[in-house]
């Protein structure tokens, strides 16, 4: 399980805070633990700093990049802002990310030609999130396809984000994205597929165990990734022994070594 840890975003008050008083040791200590968690991305966002965007994500990418070895997963929804931070980031970063909105594949694509980041493809475009699991796969289709022609970017490079939005709003939200992910592992076999987990409890109560129910069940559909909280007690639990139920490769390994160090009752 590939996991891209969501915790720099701004719009969490005390990120915003650090980014606006430029908190080094906050944001740092942040970074270092879910890097520690075992994290394989860092997600940063800093989209409620309005026109102070692209100047906090220079500062914060600099600054993370001098302390953690992982990759910063570059999160906006504005291309100039994608663009700075891909400027300054070392190494591969991964784009989060490229919607089917017309005007925004004009934007990033040459993002993607300029600067070869990892990309997160949406299933979103200018009607709005996909209704159906087939209009879902319609959108990643398009998208794909001007990916492919228009830049030299790999299949292993793409993660597909069906998009995850709340139960709390649209109770089908989870069979939905779910049944959306299964059609493109199908029609796009060996492609990776990525999952906003928390997205799935806003609004509701009990976030934390509406989180780990649905975790299991992406990982028992075949996910590749979740961009999620690592710090969350028991999150790490949930993947092990989900990934040994659904006899994923290496998974009774991984169980057996878990199960022989926890420290917590059975």
């Known amino acids: 399980m590939i996991v ?3 915790l720099l975003n701004s719009s969490q008050q005390k990120v915003e805070e650090a980014f606006i008083n430029k908190d080094e040791s906050f944001i740092i200590d942040l970074a270092v633990q879910q890097e520690r968690a075992g994290c394989t991305y860092l997600n940063l966002n800093a989209a409620t700093m309005m026109e102070k965007e692209e100047e906090t994500l220079v500062w914060a990418i600099s600054l993370l990049q001098a302390h953690v070895s992982i990759p910063i997963s570059i999160d906006s929804p504005n291309p100039k802002a994608l663009a700075a931070g891909l400027k300054v980031h070392r190494g591969r970063a991964l784009l989060n990310s490229l919607p089917g909105k017309r005007a925004e594949l004009e ?8 600067f070869s980041p990892e990309v997160i493809v949406s299933c979103l475009d200018d009607e709005g999130f996909p209704e159906t699991p087939e209009k879902a796969l319609r959108i990643a289709e398009r998208i794909l396809n001007r990916l492919f ?17 709340p139960l709390a709003v649209f109770p089908e939200a989870a069979r939905l994205f779910l049944e959306a992910m299964l059609l493109i592992k199908k029609e796009f076999p060996g492609m990776k597929t990525i999952a906003g987990l928390s997205n799935i409890s806003f609004g509701l109560p009990k976030r934390k165990i509406i989180n780990h129910a649905f975790l299991s069940n992406l990982i028992g559909h075949g996910v590749t ?24 490769p290496g998974a009774t390994k991984r169980f057996l070594d878990w199960a022989r160090t926890s420290r917590k009752e059975d």
Do not use: M, Y
């Open 107 to 114: 934007e990033i694509i040459p993002l993607i030609r300029e």
């Open 225 to 248: 990734a979740v961009i999620a909280d690592p710090l969350q007690p028991d999150f790490w639990p949930v993947i092990i022994i989900s990934e040994f139920i659904n006899n994923k």
């Open 149 to 165: 022609s228009q830049t030299s970017i790999q299949k292993d490079d793409i993660f597909i984000d069906p998009l995850v939005r």
């Open 4 to 6: 891209v840890g969501e």
